[in-house]
């Protein structure tokens, strides 16, 4: 279990996913077939030297990967239940495949399946990598070479039979021999034209080279012609896995980790070429991202735990009527609004079209002063929005100049926004952003674009509720500032991917209990609880000296007050306490709505004049005669039109 988990960066939003024009494309692009081959051989299992240090490597580089394998499996089963995840060993001593035949694959082994991980692989695998139980002599290196030609061949298999409507296939290669075939030219020509069979069919091949000490992985002498190496990405993402020294404090396992996460694939966008409507008749395509999302609990089942085994519950879900608890089928069910003391009914086509605002779009409607947008316009989380040539060929030329005379003129756009089919229309600022990066990295972590910030509608403004505040002092700032320079970090930085959320991760590990049958934790780990210890030991002095000074200050303060209270009085003469009361219409003949007999009521509800009362009044006369006064004044008048009919 991983602190990634608690936030994941995205394009797709799961609270949208059951809406309509979801295709079969996007469906593809949620799933990620994930195929690990590791390299057995004796250097591969050599274990470090021995260190007294507590962060040098303990496991050999074969040990390390195979629980790097083990933290993902564990990974994907939580936060992608859909993906699918095998283990390839090659170099191994004995072969199998996936029905137990070489097929032509010589010393290639398969672990685990391509397939969804359930429990009994997680189990299986977890003996290996921590018990070391390998009952069947799996890791044991082969006397022979193993060609890579073969390797990639039969991951070619793997994929084409297991996942073939993948949309997305990856590949990781963890190793530690730079030239596998000694220079074998012929050998080296065939295994790349096995790589080009994978990269034809949409396979993405990784590697994971492990280096020792101030060796050097030599990429020219076979890799080059394997793996399609990008440099610019390898400048801000290398794959190059260094095995730790004595105390520099990186081990080997979370190395490995840390460079797979790296390679999360990006998952479908959020909306996908949406047309951006810059003026009337003049449109562009964009595609829009939710970059950052919180993760919650996804419970898609119920689990009964009463039996000797814990099970999958299947749920069935009817519906009765009140009156005969006879079983009600879709077909009677009619849905309907209730208006002026009769049922105005919907036919399915007519409610859909209720929800109908138009395709998605993004319609500019003017633009505006940048300082014009606050702070606290902020009502929900931002879209990143980048132009795309699908739809309309020239969109980035003109998407990037939009946003170039946005940054120059600090101005923002303000469009109709509807992200999707059938959602519901908002109205968004369109703010341009920089190029943003992180310190002491070389590449960018945010590429420059533009926003969807979304922004309240006029009912949507409320004042806010009337707070005190007290102004500090110029000793209580000096003392604070004292107390926050001793809580720094020693670091200077936060990195919150270090803190996971404790209740998500308690989550996790009752479902990883219940899934492989071990015992239920007592209690949950959680990083975010403050170190008492090292704040009163750093700073505990100071926090009381503070404190005494507050309780000093705002004593002062309220004593202030109360001189100030009591000269008011002084001054003034008393005044008589007001009384709150319900002002009343009356009607033609004289008499107040709140004081309404049955008679004056049944007249009112016939000639329709109850939606002439104001709303204390309709409270006033609801809860006279004991019903619920709460709510909007058109559910009050039904509400009191209701009663009119079955009473009067």
Known sequence: MSGRGDYEQRDGDEEEEEEEGLDEHDYKHQKDALLFAIEVSDSMMKKPPPSDDKKADKDSALSAALKCAYQVMQQRIISSPKDMMGILLFGTEKTKFLDESNLGYPHCYVYTPLDVPDAVDVKKLRSLVEDDEDSEE?????????????????????????????????????????????????????????AKDLYDLSVIIDLYPITREDEKFDFTKFYDDIIYRNPAAEVTQPNRVNSSKSGDGLTLLHALVSNINGKQTPKRAYFSNCPFEIGPGFQISVKGYNIIQKQVPARTCYVWLDGEKAQIAV?????????????????????????????????????????????????????????????????????????????????????????QKLLKSKKIGIAWHIARKNGNPKLVAIIPSSAQKNEGTPGEYLPAGMWLFPIPFADDVREPPETTCVRTTDELTDKMNLIVRQLQL??????????????LQWHYKILQALALDDEVPETPDDATVPKYKAIHKRCGGYIEEWSKVADEALGRHEEHKCIKREAEDDDDEPRPAKKSRITVSKNANGDSGSALNDAALKKRIKAG???????????????????????????????LEQWGEDNL
């Open 138 to 194: 799996v890791l044991k290196p082969s006397a022979e070479k193993v060609n890579l030609k073969d390797v990639l061949f039969c991951a070619n298999q793997i994929f084409t039979t297991k996942a073939p409507n993948f949309g997305s296939r990856r590949l990781f290669i963890i190793t530690d021999n730079d030239d596998p075939h000694s220079g074998n030219k012929k050998e080296n020509e065939s295994a790349a034209v096995r």
């Open 315 to 403: 749920s069935e879900t009817s519906r009765l009527a009140s009156d005969s608890a006879r079983t009600v089928e879709t077909g009677d069910i009619k849905k309907a609004y209730k208006f002026g003391g009769e049922y105005v009914y919907f036919s399915p086509e007519e409610q859909k079209s209720l929800k109908d605002f138009g395709n998605p779009i993004i319609r500019v409607i003017g633009f505006k002063d940048r300082s014009l947008l606050k702070f606290w316009m902020s009502i929900d989380k931002s879209i990143f929005i980048y132009p795309s040539e699908e739809h309309y060929i020239g969109s980035t030329r003109v998407f990037t100049a939009l946003w």
């Open 490 to 503: 020693p670091s200077a930085t936060y990195n919150p991917a270090k803190y996971p959320n404790p209740a």
């Open 609 to 639: 004049d109850l939606s002439k009362l104001k709303v204390a009044e309709l409270k006033h006369i609801l809860a006279g005669r004991g019903l619920d006064n709460k709510g909007l004044k058109a559910d009050l008048v039904d509400r």
